[in-house]
């Protein structure tokens, strides 16, 4: 199997972090992005960011900027389509997605929900982590096929916003990671977290 090419989500709008781009914020002397950007580059065959507004401020990393395509904020889903989009007409077969806030995620995340996919027969995959007797997704980190990008767009413009509407409808595989020593899929949301962040080894 080909490897996918990776998209980084950063489309949100940061409200609990102040507003701007929180992926700028420095983290451990270097903005979250380049955190994101070393650990997703190496599982992946090219790289993109999602991401509204000025491109410019995102230019030192070189990287496509794929703006949503889809009218006002449609939220992740949005995202997942311009990463889509973008990687069909680079003749790709899949992408991984990743948040742009979440710097800690598995060096193994594109190869290991491939895996999983391939193992349920299905389309799409998603991260999750145990949580008590149930497992808790992560929906922004996903296996997604160019194939159902025309389905996604569709869903999109009859208003569909929830990630695992779409995705439970098309039978997605859940593939789950460990949580020790601290949840690999933790969000840096606000300044409180950015400094629990910093504190990770």
Do not use: C
């Not at 991984?96 to 995340?109: E, I, M």
């Not at 349920?120 to 992560?138: C, F, K, M, Q, W």
């Amino acid at each position: 199997m080909t490897r996918p090419l990776g998209v980084i989500l950063a489309g949100g709008l940061a409200t609990r972090m102040g507003g701007g781009d929180k992926a700028l914020r420095e983290l451990r002397g270097k903005p979250i992005l380049a955190h994101v950007i070393e650990r997703l580059r190496p599982q992946v065959a090219g790289l993109a960011l999602n991401a509204n507004g000025d491109p410019a401020r995102f230019a030192e990393w070189m990287l496509p900027v794929l703006p949503d395509t889809v009218e006002g904020y449609a939220g992740p889903l949005a995202g997942v389509l311009a990463g889509l989009d973008w990687a069909a007409e680079m003749g790709a077969e899949s992408i991984v997605t990743v948040a742009a806030d979440t710097p800690f995620f598995p060096g193994d995340l594109a190869q290991r929900l491939a895996a999983g996919a391939e193992a349920a027969g299905a389309s799409i995959a998603l991260a999750a982590t145990p949580e008590g007797d149930r497992v808790n997704r992560h929906p922004t980190f996903g296996l997604w096929p160019t194939a159902l990008r025309e389905d996604l767009r569709a869903a999109l413009e009859d208003g569909l916003r929830k990630v695992v509407l779409w995705t439970d409808r098309h039978g997605a595989a859940t593939v789950t990671f460990p949580a020790e020593p601290f949840d690999p899929f933790f969000n840096i949301n606000t300044p409180e977290d950015l400094a629990q962040a910093e504190s990770f080894s």
